[in-house]
């Protein structure tokens, strides 16, 4: 491997220690005495440092240092963890990353960048952080006298009394661990007693050899601290129930003294007089390792990974979708045939049908990564934005396992970072104006991923004052966007800020006031295929919703005719199919009508309608309606004239190939040829409705034809 690819593994491999960070730090605020916690912090730390030092990036292995040994006391519990010291350790954590960045990039960072923040945290450590590293040469000390017994010289050491509560998982047998290893390691190190609960040991004709029902209660005396206990159990965490306290109250013990013939394993001489600095040397830094730890790492090792340039990925993505319309076709030939009934032959086209999807989910998976990461960068806007507007704020995360397309991971980072600090600077009140609304001082932006009707719905939300809309109108008509005399809804005003340039902001900052507002995020946003929306509450707050396609690549969809128009809807977001009653249609006002579902009353959307389709070839009775749930409108009933067929189809964009149709989120190639467009049942819905932006004259319409 060369010096730059084991270089950029290394830079690789931060990225995934600074999530680990950012993971552990945030964990932290909620348990400040949580050694496994703190001990995944310190590692994330140290590692970084150990590689960068390899490299000799001599600033980032300081900076990480310091931050490290910070963090030792925290560990030793020399250090009480505070939300001050919270804060400092959020703000290294963020110039760590900055350092990471700036040498992966080859950029120039400001010299005196990490100068403050070292400051901080040698002020925690009484002076510089930079341990001097020491050695000396051994010197034979001849005190022309009888050898000096140990006992004499050497200080008692104080011992404590540690209870250790330990229980497997299935996932450690798995993993090749072995309990024994680690009581064997543990009791290296002091006095040990085990005992072990067999209770929930089940009788033998019930026994399954791969379940995790024994556990332990170990008693240790020892002088080592709680720290070298975690490192015993370290390549288990996860993988068991742990828990570890201390007897305080213990009392101390005595160094036990031994002949001179046992002291053959001891940090001493061979005659049993004072160990010389060499001896204190090599025995510092060659410790005996404890055999669980050795032997868990050889048993564990990392997991077999296989790093791939995203553009192969994305040649296989698109070879995958033109295999899934191959066989589109090749079975809508066979149809044409109109061949007798061949089992043999339809069973081998319907494997034929399941291999291709296996393929395509296999090939997807590799693209999907989960939200997380994205959703921890955020944390850092939300720390700048309150710094930078002198108010308090907290990021909250729900579902950052949400996976994703990567390519939509990646170009929301953008987008998200936008929504986030116009959260901070134009939702949240300043601390005293929420105490005096009774609320906390400190402001919440909610951040959560799930996915909902086929789609991805990543929500930015905050308990601020809400829209100020007599504002945002004042703004817009001021800026020449609508007429003085308009009449708008709450909805149609919030829609306000999507438009381009417009900006509430008073004043120029390094946050707002720029004319880089929320059309920017809109245009981010259905470039992925996807919308925004709001919803917004006086006094409670705002939330902003983003819907994305699940994937970019395929998806399964009902084949359905629409006036005399062929198209495809995702089945996803579809709840039922209905052939109504002519008796269970009502009408309401002039032109509106509900169907009656169970006892409730459902509004109907015809899809001709909302597309301004004219129906040339109009349906017998009340057509078929689709019965969905999408999150902004509810539950609703699509009217189609006829429903054909189930089957996967091939998304492909319109925006990149044609431009952006209402109501229509891509297109798709049917097994013979034709191009079908795929439906947004949100947005037809809305248009179903008629949409507010429409009421300004921006909604187009659209025509199709045969050909």
Not at 507 to 536: E, F, H, P
Request: with cysteine; aromatic share 4%.
């Amino acid at each position: 491997m060369s010096g730059n690819s084991i270089r950029d593994t290394f830079f690789e491999e931060c990225e995934e220690l600074l999530e680990a960070l950012v993971e552990g730090l945030s964990q932290m605020e909620e348990s400040t005495d949580d050694m496994e916690v703190i001990n995944a912090v310190f590692r994330a730390v140290h590692s970084i440092k150990g590689g960068a030092g390899a490299f000799g990036l001599n600033r980032l292995v300081n900076f990480a240092h310091t931050f490290e040994t910070v963090m030792d006391k925290v560990r030793d519990r020399e250090l009480p963890v505070d939300e001050k010291l919270m804060s400092l350790f959020h703000r290294s954590g963020d110039k760590l990353s900055d350092l990471v960045a700036a040498e992966r990039d080859e950029t120039d960072l400001d010299p005196t960048a990490e100068e403050g923040v070292i400051k901080e945290l040698e002020g925690y450590l009484g002076g510089s952080s930079q341990e001097e590293e020491f050695s000396f040469d051994a010197v034979t000390l001849d005190f022309g006298s009888e050898p000096v017994d140990l006992a004499d010289v050497l200080p008692e050491t104080a011992h404590r009394c540690f209870t250790i509560k330990f229980k497997p998982t299935k996932s450690l047998y798995e993993n090749g661990h072995e309990p024994l290893l680690i009581f064997d390691a543990l009791a290296e190190i002091g006095d040990l007693s085990v005992e072990l609960d067999a209770s929930a040991l089940p009788e033998f004709d019930a026994f399954d050899p791969s379940d995790a029902v024994l556990k332990w209660t170990m008693t240790l005396n020892t002088a080592e601290p709680e720290t070298t206990l975690h490192e015993v159990f370290e390549f288990v965490e996860g993988l068991c129930d742990l828990d570890i306290s201390v007897d305080e109250t213990a009392v101390p013990a005595p160094v036990q003294v031994v002949s001179p013939e046992e002291t053959q394993d001891t940090p001493g001489t061979s005659d049993g007089t004072l160990p010389t600095g060499e001896d204190l040397e090599r025995a510092t830094s060659s410790p005996k390792a404890p055999a669980a730890a050795a032997a868990a790492k050889e048993s564990r090792g990392p997991k077999p990974t296989l790093r791939v340039d995203l553009d192969r990925v994305d040649r296989l993505i698109n070879t995958v979708g033109e295999l899934i319309i191959n066989q589109a076709m090749i079975s809508q030939r066979i149809e044409e045939l109109d061949l007798p009934t061949v089992a043999h032959l339809t069973n081998e086209l319907e494997a034929y049908k399941l291999l291709a999807r296996d393929i395509q989910e296999g090939v997807m998976a590799i693209r999907a990564q989960p939200v997380k990461p994205l959703f921890q960068r955020m944390s850092r806007i939300v720390r700048e934005a309150s710094d930078a507007t002198n108010k308090k704020s907290k990021l909250v995360t729900v579902g950052d396992s949400t996976e994703v397309d990567k390519t939509v991971i990646e170009r929301l980072a953008d987008p998200l970072t936008h929504m986030i600090r116009n959260a901070v600077d134009h939702g949240l009140e300043k601390p005293e104006a929420r105490e005096a609304a009774g609320k906390d001082p400190v402001g919440t932006i909610r951040l959560s991923a799930a996915h909902r009707s086929g789609s991805v719905f990543i929500e930015i939300s905050d308990d601020g004052a809400g829209l100020n809309r007599p504002k945002i109108l004042e703004k817009a008509i001021e800026k020449n966007l609508v007429a003085p005399d308009v009449e708008l809804s709450d909805p149609e005003i919030d829609n306000l800020l999507f438009l381009p340039g417009f900006s509430t902001a008073g004043q120029v900052s390094n946050l707002s006031g720029r004319g880089v507002g929320m059309d920017v995020v809109k245009n981010a946003v259905q470039a992925l295929g996807g919308r925004v929306s709001i919803s917004s509450t006086q006094g409670k707050g705002t939330t902003f919703t983003i819907v994305l396609p699940l994937t970019l690549a395929v998806m399964d969809g009902f084949v359905i005719s629409v006036a005399d128009q062929t198209m495809v809807i995702p089945i996803a977001s579809i709840l039922e199919t209905i052939r109504p009653n002519p008796k269970d249609i009502h009408l309401i006002g002039t032109d509106s009508e509900v169907v009656s579902v169970r006892g409730a009353y459902v509004p109907i959307v015809d899809v001709a309608e909302s597309l301004n389709l004219a129906n040339n070839s109009p349906c017998d009775g009340p057509g078929i309606l689709l019965l969905v749930s999408t999150e902004m409108q509810g539950l609703t009933a699509l009217r189609v004239s006829a429903i054909h067929d189930q089957r996967q189809v091939v998304i492909k964009s319109l925006e990149s190939n044609y431009a952006a149709i209402p109501g229509v989120s891509a297109a798709t190639i049917l097994g013979d040829g034709k191009i079908a467009l795929i439906l947004d049942p949100e947005e037809l819905i809305k248009l179903g409705h008629g949409s507010s932006m429409e009421m300004f004259g921006h909604q187009p319409r659209m025509e199709l034809r045969h050909g």
